[in-house]
């Protein structure tokens, strides 16, 4: 699919990117776009390796957890091989662990976990908060082209993906007096996905590595238009609750209890519209000041 193709069906670029191809047991390539961009969205590493995990799977055991690093940037352009060791096949839990390749040197280190569904003897969750509806908030894309005119080249990521941020776009560093190291975003799939729980997890996964580090620089410098800051995730890690559709709106709850030395860590939930805590996630990311 060329650059044209993707952006005009965003979504169907998204499934192309997550449908690898197998070369061989327990080995398979994924495509990396062309950008014009320094490295690998960790985003679409991430996803392409729980495929990976995924198909030597039984599609009865879902996914319920994935723990990732990010060990080298990855090159745009270029394709990466994802080899999947079959840790454990026991008759509950079911491990991989998945090493993302490219040229020769190993980027991306994933382990997941998948569990056989099963009653627990109880249940709780936290609250899902009280926020805007998404239909009454606007379409991040269509604010931010508004403003700057043009949008960032790292925004292609984010095109088969309907975002809207619960608290209004800052854009200048006048406005972040007090703002608090938290965002929440309403998104989902501009498209329809196919019905495969393992397809809308990646698709999750996907989405999870776009804004979640927005909370630590939310107090800091406004989060488009110029970075002051060079930004990279240094490793991932999410917990799937209960069943969900990325085609359908989630609610994605952010904030950062702690930068420090250089790095900053944040803890993203995904509520369902009807108040389902569906993920928790984790992240750490790295921060350097660019050169002004």
Not at 192 to 209: E, I, R
Not at 224 to 238: C, E, N, P, T, V
Request: proline content about 8%; hydrophobic content about 40%; charged content about 25%.
């Amino acid at each position: 699919m060329g650059e044209d193709e993707s952006a005009a069906n965003p979504v169907g670029h998204l499934v192309e990117l997550l449908d690898l191809e197998q070369i061989e047991l327990n080995i398979f390539r994924g495509r990396s776009p062309e950008e014009s961009l320094q490295r690998v969205f960790g985003g679409q590493v991430a996803g392409q390796a729980l495929i990976a995990a995924g198909r030597t799977v039984d599609p009865g055991r879902p996914v319920h957890s994935l723990h990732a690093y990010f060990l080298r940037p990855g090159t745009p352009g270029v394709p990466i091989v994802y080899t999947v060791d079959r840790i454990r096949d026991g008759r509950s839990f079911t491990t991989r662990r998945v090493l993302g390749v490219q040229q020769g040197r190993t980027i991306f280190a994933l382990t997941a976990d998948f569990h056989l569904p099963e009653t627990g003897p109880f249940e709780h969750q936290v609250a899902m908060p009280d926020v805007p509806d998404p239909e009454s908030l606007p379409s991040a894309l269509d604010e931010v082209g508004s403003v700057l005119g043009e949008l960032p080249p790292f925004i292609s990521r984010r095109q088969p993906f309907d975002l809207r941020y619960v608290d209004r776009l800052r854009w200048t560093k006048d406005e972040l007096g007090g703002v608090e190291p938290r965002s929440a975003v309403w998104l989902r799939t501009v498209g329809k996905l196919v019905d495969d729980p393992l397809v809308h997890a990646c698709a999750v996964t996907y989405a999870s590595d776009m804004t979640l580090l927005d909370a630590v620089r939310v107090p800091v410098e406004p989060l488009w238009g110029k970075r002051h800051f060079d930004m990279a995730s240094l490793d991932h890690a999410m917990w799937f609750h209960q069943p969900f559709r990325a085609d359908e709106w989630l609610l994605y709850q952010q904030q950062s209890p702690v930068a420090v030395g250089g790095r900053g860590l944040a803890h993203g939930q995904l509520f369902t519209r009807d108040g389902r805590l569906a993920v928790s996630v984790m992240q750490e990311g790295l921060f350097r000041a660019l050169p002004r």
